[in-house]
């Protein structure tokens, strides 16, 4: 199973910018499709973003024109990059991994890593 780690979170004002990042040990990289997750205090987890394992993304409509994401087979890494930052975007983002094709539904996903805090203030 392969183990992810996140990292790049940190607090920010509305309107700025954060990339974070998604590092894969344990699997083969490359035959995974890798999502983003976010989870606001109070609130269920929630989809952010999908990448399969042929490059297609999907993204949810509340971050759709602000954030990207992307892959580093090479690297074994997964990036989301977040722009235009609003207060509402403040979460735990967790990245996940599934073999191949992307999902947005939490349990569709069979890897965790422990999440970055993210904080945007206005």
């Known amino acids: 199973q392969v183990q992810l780690v996140e990292s790049g979170g940190g607090l920010v004002q509305a309107g700025g910018s954060l990339r974070l990042s998604c590092a894969a040990s344990g699997g083969t990289f490359s035959s995974y499709a890798m999502g983003w997750f976010r989870q606001a205090p109070g609130k269920e987890r929630q989809f952010v973003a999908g990448?399969?394992?042929?490059?297609?993304?999907a993204y949810a409509d509340s971050v759709k024109g602000r954030c990207t994401i992307s892959r580093d087979n090479a690297k074994n890494t997964v990036y989301l990059q977040m722009n235009n930052l609003k207060p509402e975007d403040t979460a735990v983002y967790y990245c996940?991994?599934?073999?191949?094709?992307?999902?947005?539904?939490?349990?569709?996903?069979?890897?965790w890593g422990q999440g970055t805090q993210v904080i945007v203030s206005s």
């Open positions: 996940a991994a599934r073999l191949r094709y992307i999902a947005l539904r939490e349990a569709d996903f069979g890897s």
């Open positions: 990448i399969g394992w042929t490059g297609g993304t």
